[in-house]
């Protein structure tokens, strides 16, 4: 045996030293070239400040020791640090610590902006939710959107808390997958759910002119709804391209004044209200598919937020709470609509469809609450296209700035937006904006439910994997709760699956499969190095050290 002397090291970024001596053995130390927070106390678990520290060891044991304490210090920004993977027996602990330089940005997004941009990510108002009378009738409408937020809206809102706390960076739920499955199927997580959200965007042109056809009836096709559809599209994307905090701002002035016109018309029709037209219902006489498309792409997209959490400030305290008053928000603009439409009118199935509010309007209150039911309409589109292109854009910086894209995805433009991943979300809402009302929502829901599928399987990985890492958000029960958290919710995917056309099947199969052939084809130009791919300096490495985190 041959005794080693300890030493102490000192490091200028760091408050302590810890020396470490080994006299019986041989020290063998394996210290990652990156390295990730951890909470090193409970306080810091909070979000406090907690001293760091830094392992050395004799320089006299092994020349590789020496080599190995080489790290790249600017990664670690004044946390408590252990290098990721298997380091005595230490879990995925503490990635939410990593502390980015803008998280003092004045950018970056408050309570209330952010309250309002998941209002538009998930809802808008009642702007679409028409075809559930028509599918249905008003019972089951109403049911449906009391009884739907409790099996699907509750738990997605839960899951993106306690993940997007737990992963507080823009690549949101594909960082989730990837950490928990592997890069591979982190890809198709962002390749589903972002063409996913840019089919769902393409809608919003489309029932922005929906509402504004019976007024002015050369919007309804041809040429004119073609340059109605550019000019549109092009005035959104700038106010993108201006700044998220212009957006979220935006956000809550147009939910405001989307939602004020609902409440005038629920006043008015107090005196016409009949309660028995609620319970009207045909069991016989329903149509499934488009009933339960409707209510799934009127109550899902919660977790898109998560793809804008970096921008977020204080994001382990803002975002629960913000996802907590959203759900509430979204179900009332919905219900409340609802109940005075269907309540203060006879009712006519048949003519309950996009922009079927406005003439409700006008039949309570006359032309001018049309107008104003309208303007509401065309605000809220607005409103939810920015939350959505948003979401999408920002999700494609967040996978560049993981090295899942090329370099260039991550590039932001002088307002901090990402100039890229604006300018190809935007091109894939033109291109897709041909599509019928109907045949959006039924090919975005089909690619949206693989998405989630990966999530719950992810969030449950992890709860079983990695019991012990700090989650500033927790949804109670263990992992028997997350396991039966996610039981109802994938019970309806299925059943939204089954009730989907073969065309809709058959597009979206093809969609993913282009996925499944993408990421190989880009890990062989990262290979060649045709384009330049790199993880940002800001983040924890956890591709590297996925193998390591999961065995």
């Not at 070239?33 to 060891?57: D, L, M, R, Y």
């Not at 212009?246 to 939910?255: Q, T």
């Not at 309950?352 to 409700?360: A, L, M, P």
């Not at 499969?513 to 300096?537: D, H, T, Y």
Request: hydrophobic share 50%; proline share 6%.
């Amino acid at each position: 045996m041959v005794p080693t002397s300890s030493e102490t090291v000192q490091n200028s970024k760091t408050k302590s030293t810890i020396e470490v001596a080994n006299t019986q053995q041989k020290v063998e130390v394996s210290i990652s070239e990156k390295k990730i927070s951890c909470p090193s106390s409970p306080a810091s678990a909070n979000g406090e400040t907690a001293q760091t520290e830094t392992v050395s060891a004799s320089a006299a044991t092994d020349k590789s020791l020496q080599n190995s304490q080489n790290v790249d210090d600017q990664k670690v920004r004044g946390e408590a640090t252990i290098p990721m993977g298997d380091y005595n027996n230490a879990e995925y602990i503490g990635i939410n610590e990593v502390v980015s330089p803008r998280a003092n940005d004045p950018r970056k997004l408050s309570l209330l902006p952010l309250v309002f941009l998941i209002f538009y990510e998930v809802s808008g108002g009642p702007f679409g939710v028409e075809d559930t009378v028509q599918a249905a009738g008003p019972l089951l409408a109403l049911v449906g959107f009391l009884v739907f937020p409790i099996i699907w809206s509750v738990p997605e809102a839960l899951i993106t808390a306690e993940l997007g706390t737990m992963f507080p960076e823009n690549s949101g739920y594909v960082v989730w997958v990837s950490s928990a499955l592997g890069p591979f199927w982190g890809f198709q997580q962002g390749w589903v759910k972002w063409l996913s959200g840019v089919i769902d965007n393409a809608l919003y042109p489309v029932l922005f002119l929906d509402y504004l056809k019976s007024g002015i009836p050369a919007l309804g096709g041809g040429l004119p709804r073609v340059i109605a559809v550019l000019g549109i599209t092009l005035v959104l994307t700038y106010m993108n391209y201006r700044g998220l905090t212009i957006v979220g701002w935006v956000a809550v002035m147009l939910g405001i004044l989307s939602i004020l016109p609902f409440v005038v018309m629920g006043l008015i029709s107090i005196p016409k209200l009949k309660p028995t037209r609620w319970l009207v219902a045909d069991v016989h006489n329903v149509d499934w598919n488009l009933y339960l498309n409707t209510l799934f792409w009127n109550l899902n997209y919660w977790d898109s937020i998560s793809t804008l959490v970096g921008e977020v400030h204080n994001p382990k305290k803002t975002l629960p709470k913000a996802l907590f008053y959203a759900v509430i928000l979204v179900v009332l603009s919905y219900f409340f609509p609802l109940l005075v439409g269907t309540g203060a009118v006879p009712l006519e199935r048949d003519l309950w469809t996009d922009g079927y509010f406005s003439d409700i309007a006008k039949i309570l209150g006359g032309v001018w609450l049309r107008w104003w039911i309208q303007g509401a309409a065309a605000l809220s589109n607005m409103g939810t296209f920015v939350a959505e292109m948003s979401s999408d854009s920002f999700q494609l910086l967040g996978m560049a700035e993981r090295g899942m894209l090329p370099e260039f995805f991550a590039k932001r433009s002088r307002y901090g937006t990402p100039l890229v991943g604006i300018l190809f979300s935007a091109s894939g809402v033109i291109l897709l904006s041909w599509m019928s009302f109907q045949e959006i929502v039924a090919a975005e829901n089909f690619l949206y439910c693989f998405g989630m599928i990966l999530e719950f399987i992810a969030f449950v990985r992890l709860r079983i994997k990695f019991p012990n890492a700090s989650r500033p958000f927790k949804i109670p029960g263990g992992t028997v709760g997350a396991i039966l958290l996610c039981i109802p919710p994938t019970i309806l995917i299925g059943i939204v699956l089954a009730f989907s056309t073969v065309k809709v099947m058959i597009i979206s199969l093809a969609a993913v499969a282009i996925g499944l052939v993408m990421q190989p084809c880009l890990k062989r130009i990262e290979k060649n190095r045709w384009l330049k791919f790199s993880i940002s300096s800001d983040l924890p490495d956890i591709h590297h050290d996925t193998g390591a985190l999961l065995h």
